[in-house]
């Protein structure tokens, strides 16, 4: 079901549901996916900026909250502006949303779309799409953070683990470092087989952000927050090179929110060329707690590898 309203002073937004999961998407800016919950009372899992509730207009970047569409590398025309109303079709199970091309600075000529289709159950996927406007050629990589509700902890898988021999001499991937990435703060869980990143609120650590990427050969990563959980997977294309030295997926906290992001290839786009990255979502409610790589073993690892 999509149904056209108004949310939290924004006049056009649109609810997506089904009989188990519902989501809402602002059409006044954006596209931002503010809202992802379990029908029949549960919370909303994304984390929204209250203080940016029903703003449209300007030329501020605003974060707004929830999951949006950027561009790799993190530069100016990262922060474009996307204020304005964007256009929205419907067909069938699915709804399409196109924002502007962003041709005033710092934009670079690129028009993003978010494709969304409510599949079975609490399950969804999302398809990413920038198309170059310009008529000139970029490089770039598609970029799909979701900003998490606080609380909860992030949860990445790391390349499997084997002894070392004839068979496993050379690395299998990157575990990436910001200037801020200090692994001696609390927020961190380096497992053998999983890293985990909690959000606090009041941290005490060095630095209040906290971020890292991994090449993730499986594909999945979580957020989990009293019960819940919700899953993002997106296709990793073996051989490609990824942002960041190589990383797919990125986990990164602040004080207020956590974001669980996918990345796809590094391309290079020639005037009218299009590039789309698709992630898969799900939501389970219910689920046991717990801190460790047996905890994920036993209670998010059989979730993950279904959905």
């Given at each position: 079901?999509?149904?056209?309203?108004?949310?939290?002073?924004?006049?056009?937004?649109?609810?997506?549901?089904?009989?188990?999961?519902?989501?809402?998407?602002?059409?006044?800016?954006?596209?931002?996916?503010?809202?992802?919950?379990?029908?029949?009372?549960?919370?909303?899992?994304?984390?929204?900026?209250?203080?940016?509730?029903?703003?449209?207009?300007?030329?501020v970047f605003r974060l707004y909250g929830g999951h949006r569409l950027w561009i790799w590398p993190e530069v100016e025309r990262t922060y474009f502006p996307d204020n304005s109303r964007v256009t929205v079709f419907q067909s069938h199970n699915q709804a399409s949303f196109m924002a502007p091309v962003e041709s005033a600075a710092p934009g670079s000529n690129l028009q993003k779309e978010l494709e969304i289709r409510l599949d079975a159950g609490a399950r969804v996927t999302v398809t990413h799409r920038v198309i170059n406007r310009d008529s000139r050629s970029t490089e770039l990589a598609l970029w799909a953070p979701t900003m998490m509700k606080a609380g909860g902890r992030a949860i990445l898988p790391l390349p499997p683990r084997a002894a070392m021999d004839k068979d496993h001499f050379q690395s299998v991937g990157p575990l990436t470092l910001w200037s801020f990435t200090d692994f001696a703060d609390s927020r961190w869980v380096l497992g053998t087989e999983?890293?985990?990143l909690q959000q606090q609120t009041n941290p005490t650590g060095r630095f209040p952000e906290q971020m890292t990427g991994v090449y993730n050969p499986a594909g999945w990563?979580?957020?989990?927050?009293?019960?819940?959980?919700?899953?993002?997977?997106?296709?990793?294309?073996?051989?490609?090179?990824?942002?960041?030295?190589?990383?797919?997926?990125?986990?990164?906290?602040?004080?207020?929110?956590?974001?669980?992001?996918?990345?796809?290839?590094?391309?290079?786009?020639?005037?009218?060329?299009?590039?789309?990255?698709?992630?898969?979502?799900?939501?389970?409610?219910?689920?046991?707690?717990?801190?460790?790589?047996?905890?994920?073993?036993?209670?998010?690892?059989?979730?993950?590898?279904?959905?």
């Open positions: 079901m999509l149904e056209r309203i108004s949310y939290r002073g924004w006049e056009n937004a649109y609810r997506i549901s089904n009989a188990t999961i519902e989501l809402v998407v602002l059409a006044d800016v954006g596209p931002r996916i503010v809202s992802c919950r379990l029908v029949g009372g549960g919370e909303n899992i994304f984390h929204e900026v209250p203080e940016q509730a029903g703003l449209t207009g300007g030329n999983y890293v985990q990563g979580a957020y989990f927050l009293n019960g819940t959980l919700f899953l993002k997977g997106a296709p990793v294309a073996h051989g490609a090179v990824y942002p960041d030295f190589g990383c797919n997926f990125e986990i990164f906290t602040n004080p207020d929110f956590l974001e669980l992001e996918s990345l796809g290839p590094m391309v290079g786009l020639g005037p009218g060329e299009s590039m789309s990255h698709t992630e898969r979502w799900a939501l389970f409610g219910n689920v046991p707690g717990g801190d460790d790589d047996s905890w994920i073993r036993s209670a998010i690892l059989p979730l993950a590898s279904n959905f």
